[in-house]
């Protein structure tokens, strides 16, 4: 029995490993640019919310093929409040790869989205040949139990010319669509403020940023199955 966990397990890791070192220099770029920025960050942030706050937690997941970034709006319950190359590089990794695919929530609408717009089997097939081609992250860093520090934080993270941590990610990745869950807080119009942004349909914009399309639209957790359906058609025109 114990054969047979270790060689599932070392198959696991090699798999990770395998996505990892195709992109690696893309995810090494945007550590160098963590730390870069974030020591100051985090001090700044922790003074204005007084505190209240976990993170960081650094971009999640970048697919080899990646064909939608998705982006959320800030982490829930990370593991630490300190800037750290384990829990800010290296946990989001894990997390995606081991943990995502059984999440509920919001991220049953992130793989309904994905099996109907670029993987079809993404039940049938190991989890690993979905993740070649999405890429995940928050825009907010951080996260504070108090609306209004959250606010704060990103803003912070996103509009202050300084860190803009999300754009950077956005350049990196360059993916051909990037879908944004962050329309409450209008993250497009914080950083390509000089883009024309339209809205397509209700609590969906879209704007185009050399040759990628950035869609923001609602947070999905508790969004109308049209809404849902319109999303999903919108990002698929788009991957065309």
């Known amino acids: 029995m114990m054969d047979k966990l270790e060689e599932y397990l070392r198959k696991q890791n090699d798999m990770l490993l395998e996505n990892f070192n195709y992109v690696k220099e893309k995810y090494l770029t945007i550590w160098e640019y963590y730390n870069s920025h974030m020591k100051d960050c985090i001090r700044e942030c922790k003074n204005d919310v007084m505190n209240d706050l976990t993170g960081p937690q650094g971009i999640y997941w970048i697919g080899l093929n990646t064909k939608i970034f998705i982006i959320g709006k800030e982490n829930i319950g990370w593991f630490d ?40 089997e993404i039940y049938e097939k190991p989890w690993i040949e979905t993740l070649q081609y999405v890429s995940f992250s928050n825009a907010c860093k951080c996260m504070s139990e108090g609306k209004t520090n959250q606010e704060r934080l990103l803003c912070n993270c996103v509009a202050d010319s300084s860190y803009q941590y999300i754009r950077k990610e956005i350049e990196v990745v360059n993916s051909k669509v990037n879908l944004l869950f962050t329309r409450n807080y209008r993250v497009l119009e ?51």
Not at 100 to 111: D, E, G, I, L, T
Not at 191 to 220: C, F
Request: hydrophobic fraction near 40%; glycine fraction near 0%; avoid cysteine.
């Open 190 to 240: 914080k950083i390509y403020n000089e883009e024309s942004i339209s809205q397509v349909a209700d609590e969906i914009d879209i704007t185009r940023h050399e040759d990628m399309v950035l869609i923001e639209t609602r947070h999905p957790v508790r969004a109308s199955d049209e809404w849902k359906r319109k999303v999903i058609e919108i990002v698929k025109a788009n991957l065309q």
């Open 81 to 120: 409040n300190e800037f750290s190359e384990e829990s800010t590089m290296f946990k989001p990794i894990e997390f995606a790869y081991y943990v995502v695919r059984a999440m509920p929530n919001y991220w049953s609408f992130v793989k309904e989205l994905i099996q109907k717009t670029i993987n079809p």
